[in-house]
């Protein structure tokens, strides 16, 4: 029986990725999961939203700003997924969940390959279809998306031991708790950015006085 299951490090991501309802059982029941491989894919899903913003087709490209500016990318990628681990983790240490932060984040990151697959292969196809033949750039963007969120629903699930009820519970407080983070993140940044002046204002007016 164990056999059956000894994967190599990327199989164990093709069979959470294929079988959705038990993949992430068997993860968790062989206490399998690369920390390393997580922090790859999520550099793999930047890169995806990096090519969707530059590299899409002129005709379903809708980015209207020309100068690129990668921070709002690193946000979409990098920034929402750790906070959706801290987040998640967070939530569910109030509710009695198992998942640890290192299992939150190898799980989670699981969860995103197939919308990081069809994000690229979408972005492939809208440099050699035309406009009426959108069906298929939509059919793998919203594929990929659908997939992930089946997976993540199950890696959660998985993860924390819940019941399919209480996940769901979860994943929506989750979400509450991401925006509250992300506030007090912008709140935090903004304060940070106050002192800063402040400070450099002090500085360059006793440099101008030492100096006269």
């Known amino acids: 029986m164990d056999s059956m299951y000894d994967f190599s490090t990327l199989g164990w991501v093709r069979h959470v990725v294929f079988h959705p309802t038990e993949g992430f059982e068997d993860l968790r029941w062989k206490k399998q999961g690369s920390l390393k491989l997580s922090f790859v894919i999520v550099l793999m899903l930047f890169i995806a939203m990096v090519a969707q913003n530059r590299m899409v087709g002129y005709a379903y490209n809708?980015?209207?700003?020309?100068?690129?500016?990668?921070?709002?990318?690193?946000?979409?990628?990098?920034?929402?997924?750790?906070?959706?681990?801290?987040?998640?983790?967070?939530?569910?240490?109030?509710?009695?969940?198992?998942?640890?932060?290192?299992?939150?984040?190898?799980?989670s990151a699981y969860a995103l390959v197939p919308y990081i697959i069809c994000t690229y292969i979408a972005v492939i196809l809208s440099n050699f279809i035309i406009l009426d033949e959108s069906i298929w750039y939509y059919a793998f963007s919203y594929l990929g998306m659908g997939w992930s969120v089946v997976l993540m629903i199950s890696a959660m699930k998985a993860v924390h031991q819940y019941t399919m009820p209480k996940t769901l519970v979860s994943i929506l407080l989750t979400l509450i708790a991401m925006l509250l983070i992300l506030f007090l993140a912008i709140l935090l940044l903004s304060l940070f950015q106050q002192v800063y002046v402040f400070v450099y204002t002090i500085y360059t007016e006793i440099l101008y006085r030492v100096r006269g």
């Open 62 to 107: 809708t980015n209207t700003v020309k100068i690129f500016n990668v921070v709002p990318l690193v946000v979409q990628s990098v920034v929402y997924f750790a906070t959706w681990v801290i987040g998640n983790w967070c939530i569910c240490t109030l509710l009695d969940g198992e998942g640890t932060l290192k299992k939150i984040c190898i799980y």
